[in-house]
């Protein structure tokens, strides 16, 4: 079978020359598998046999800038340009044991290497298909083409072999079950879960990079984080969400235990946002709520489940799950994510109905803190709510929304959008420490409340009574 090639790597000018000194070059994982799926293309990796790394080295540098990232194996990044995008270069790559341990493994590149025995060691058969350059001619020995077609994940060669080299794949495989929509084999499947346990030997930064893939990359997360559930691995991810396994929420508002309920959260959060805040947020949501759970009679006499306080001890358990991962270094995360995701937790009980007074809104949105975040905490309400026992009125929540928006219009939402600075409390009022704060905060809820305007004239004016004590009869 050949395979239409994309203009772009057709354009990659050291292909000719790596044909001319006679070495063969083939595209490999991922951008192959996308072009297969008709998806955009991905990063190039291209594998180059049948010539030593010098020569090839020596080619790539005749066209561009070159990183060899990989000296053992002869890995190398190479770009047109400085600060373009890299294409992965390297030899037909096998792998040796040399221990009885899942690290026990030396990797060797080999010029001379068929393309089938470099394909052979790769971790997922739909990744282990290769496509020569420039014929377009389609190499694939183990079936991942097929297993494409059929919507399967397969181990390539022996799963549990593939996961020993790397558990880190099982985390993988179920990012691609989320991203395509995959069918777990059962060997593979049975591989994941020997394997899980070995999770604890891998770097907590590794994990988080794959945990935030599989959020981001999906339109239905919910796939994949199940496998991890089903395959013991969410034990060694996010431990925190296995209280949640099965646990009934005697709630009429829940028809969902715990677990089932988080991921239909996630995935419609996923239907309303590509924000990895507000899915990452829709993940840890309620994972303090068997923690938190309590059960007592209704106003009917019948026995329903409570879960008070479970959002604060939410977000501090979300702290440390996030901590533990590292998620604030890790890629794809933005800065100052973790603190967003913690606010949306913490605040994620929305108890506000769209005719509330102003003054109630006003308060609420002051406790979130920005606008920005408000938006994000209605598109995690949207989706918790979807995900409750008969859902929720989307129009009921829009009409929230618009109500909040207009209010929060020139609206200040901390005392540092006060129009009165807290140096000038200092420098003209002659406040200090803790007091200034104090003043601040008094200042806001009157301007809240809209018993003051948010002007540097009357907020001064209102200080001075403030801090002459006679606050009271303002």
């Known amino acids: 079978m050949t395979l239409p090639i994309p203009a772009t790597w057709k354009g990659i000018g050291w292909l000719r020359d790596i044909v001319v000194h006679g070495g063969r070059a083939w595209a490999v994982g991922g951008a192959v598998r996308d072009l297969l799926l008709a998806l955009p293309a991905r990063d190039l990796d291209v594998v180059v046999g049948g010539m030593p790394r010098a020569m090839l080295r020596e080619i790539l540098l005749r066209h561009g800038a070159v990183d060899e990232v990989g000296a053992d194996f002869a890995v190398f990044k190479w770009r047109e ?49 290769a496509v020569e350059l420039p014929s377009g001619d389609l190499v694939d020995p183990l079936g991942g083409r097929h297993d494409l077609e059929e919507g399967l994940l397969r181990a390539a060669g022996v799963p549990l ?26 060997a593979t499947r049975a591989a994941m879960t020997e394997a899980a346990p070995l999770l ?17 990359c999906s339109m239905r997360p919910s796939l994949g984080l199940r496998l991890l559930f089903d ?35 996630v995935d419609e959060a996923a239907a309303r946002s590509d924000d990895i805040v507000v899915r990452m947020a829709a993940l840890l949501h309620d994972v303090a709520k068997p923690s938190s759970f309590s059960e007592y009679p209704n106003r009917e006499g019948r026995v329903v489940g409570h879960f008070h306080g479970h959002e604060r001890e939410g977000a501090r358990m979300a702290r440390r799950a996030m901590s533990r991962l590292r998620i604030s270094s890790a890629p794809g995360f933005p800065r100052g994510g973790v603190g967003e995701v913690l606010a949306l937790v913490r605040h994620h009980l929305v108890y506000l109905r769209a005719d509330a007074s102003d003054r109630a809104l006003r308060r609420f949105l002051t406790r979130v803190g920005s606008l920005k975040r408000m938006r ?53 009022l002659g406040l200090r420490g803790p007091t200034v704060g104090l003043a601040q905060r008094w200042l806001m809820g009157e301007v809240i409340d ?25």
């Open 376 to 428: 994000r905490l209605l598109l995690l309400h949207r989706a918790d709510r979807a995900a409750h026992a008969g859902g929720e009125e989307d129009a009921a929540i829009d009409l929230l929304e618009a109500r909040i928006e207009e209010l929060a219009h020139d609206m200040p939402l901390s005392p540092h959008d006060l129009a009165l600075r807290g140096g000038e409390l200092v420098s003209l």
């Open 450 to 474: 809209g018993r003051l305007p948010n002007d540097r004239r009357s907020l001064l004016k209102a200080a001075k009574r403030w801090a002459a004590g006679d606050a009271g009869s303002w």
């Open 200 to 216: 604890e030997t891998v770097a907590a930064e590794r994990m988080a990079s794959e945990l935030i893939k599989l959020l981001s």
């Open 81 to 129: 340009r400085e600060g373009g995008t890299a294409v992965d270069v390297a030899l037909p790559r096998k792998e040796r044991s040399t221990g009885p341990g899942h690290r026990d493994y030396e990797v060797q590149g080999e010029p001379d290497l068929a393309i089938e025995e470099d394909l052979a060691r790769r971790d997922f058969t739909i990744n282990a298909i």
């Open 231 to 265: 395959v013991g691995a969410m034990r060694w991810l996010v431990p925190e969400l296995m209280a949640g396994v099965g646990f009934d929420q005697k709630s009429p508002h829940h028809h969902l235990p715990v677990d089932e309920h988080t991921l239909l959260t």
């Open 161 to 186: 072999e593939r996961f020993r080299e790397d558990p880190l794949r099982v985390l993988r495989g179920a990012g691609f079950v989320a991203r395509f929509e995959l069918v777990v084999d059962e």
